[in-house]
Every structure is written in structure tokens, then in C-alpha cells.
């Protein structure tokens, strides 16, 4: 999950055209993150990429980034699904 962190930083720096992450969004916080790359508007306008979206980022706390155990298998292969549905959504509709 930390690919769509690090696409959703690199997304606002294209954004914003500069190459460097301002210090205020070295953060976790996707929601944050997504705001601030303009592309909010247009994944709110697609349901069911909001809806994958939404399960994410709700997911991405600090008790998945420091997961001690392994998942299961099935809910690893979930998982690698819809994060690569958002990663190519996200690298298609950065500016």
C-alpha cells in the first residue's frame, strides 16, 4: 500500500511541477495526499474507483504499515487487485 502513497507524492508534484514534496504532505494521510494532486474531483465522479479508493485508504493505518503477522493469501490477492486498479488510475490521471 505504500505504492499508492508514493504515486499519489509523485502525483502531487507533477501537479504542482515542481520536484520536490513540499514538507506539509510528507504524510500517510492519503486523503491529504489525493487533495492535494487535483484529482479529487474526478475520482469522487467514478463510484466505483471512489469505492476502491475509499477501502484503501481506510485501510492504510498504522497498525497495516506495521504489520507484524502475515495476511492470508486470499486477502493478499485482493489486496494486490484493487491496489493495482488505483496505482494505474492514478498514473493515468495525474496531471
Known amino acids: ?10 502525483a ?3 501537479n504542482r511541477e515542481d520536484l520536490r514534496l513540499p514538507q ?3 504524510t500517510h494521510d492519503w486523503d491529504r495526499l489525493l487533495s492535494a494532486t487535483g484529482m ?3 475520482l469522487e465522479s467514478q463510484p466505483a474507483m471512489h469505492a476502491v479508493y475509499s477501502e484503501l485508504a481506510e485501510r492504510w493505518g498504522p497498525e497495516l504499515r506495521y504489520l507484524a503477522k502475515l495476511p ?4 493478499t490477492k485482493r489486496l494486490y487487485e484493487k491496489l493495482t ?6 498514473e493515468d490521471h495525474a496531471v
Open 1 to 10: 500500500m505504500r505504492i499508492v502513497e508514493c504515486i499519489l507524492k509523485w
Open 72 to 75: 492470508r493469501s486470499e486477502d
Open 85 to 90: 486498479v488505483l496505482y494505474g488510475w492514478i
Open 12 to 14: 502531487v508534484t507533477c
Open 24 to 26: 506539509e504532505l510528507e
Open 40 to 42: 479529487k474531483r474526478s
